[in-house]
């Protein structure tokens, strides 16, 4: 028989299954005696062949299903944090339609003076979407992206500010970014700027 042959899970499983067969028709020969086989040509029918796939495949589905009940229990701190994050994100962070640059420069140092780093960050950003639609660089659509934004400032007399403030939203949105009072530092002075200059 080929190597492969026998250490399929198919084989594997039918030489455990006989060596459990051979056991059990050993044991109930020691409590029978060698003239009793009758128990041990019962429990090796085929009924009983049966219900012990059953067992084994039923145990072995029950383990498994209780793997996954641990896991799923394990990670449901993380699920419960990344979605409470994403609905502070929604519900501070509402689409830049709703403010104007000066709202959203306004929003983010109230947000910054109760410590709310994060959403003081992306008020900025927002704040700067809508400096870009006002000035007619980049009106708003929702399903642009950072990407789409960075080719647009690109040709810009003075593309640094918007960078720094792409670079911020990829990291605290996308990447392991902190959201740290000197970050909100960098992002302020990025957005006067911006907000200055034409």
Known sequence: MSDF???????????WQRQIGEWWDWQTRQLNGPDETDVAQWLM????QLLRQLIFWGGLIALGLWSLWVVGRGLAPY?????????????????????TAAQWQTEAKQQYLKGHY????LCLYLGMLQILHDRHIAPHLPSR???????????????????????????LKFGDTRPTAALFDRCWHA????????
């Not at 990344?82 to 519900?91: A, E, I, V």
């Not at 994060?118 to 960050?121: E, F, K, L, P």
């Not at 950072?146 to 792409?166: K, S, V």
Request: with cysteine; aromatic share 10%; glycine share 2%.
């Open 79 to 99: 699920v419960k944090s990344w979605r409470t994050r994403n609905q502070r994100d929604r519900t501070t962070a509402p689409s830049s339609l709703q403010h």
């Open 191 to 198: 957005y006067s700027d911006l907000s200055t200059h034409s």
């Open 145 to 171: 992206t950072d990407g789409e934004y960075r080719q647009l400032i690109q040709t810009l007399p003075r593309p640094d500010p918007y960078f720094t403030l792409l670079v911020m939203h990829q990291g």
């Open 45 to 48: 029918s085929p009924p009983w």
């Open 118 to 121: 994060r959403q003081a960050c």
């Open 5 to 15: 042959a026998q250490q399929s899970l198919s084989w594997q499983f039918s030489q």
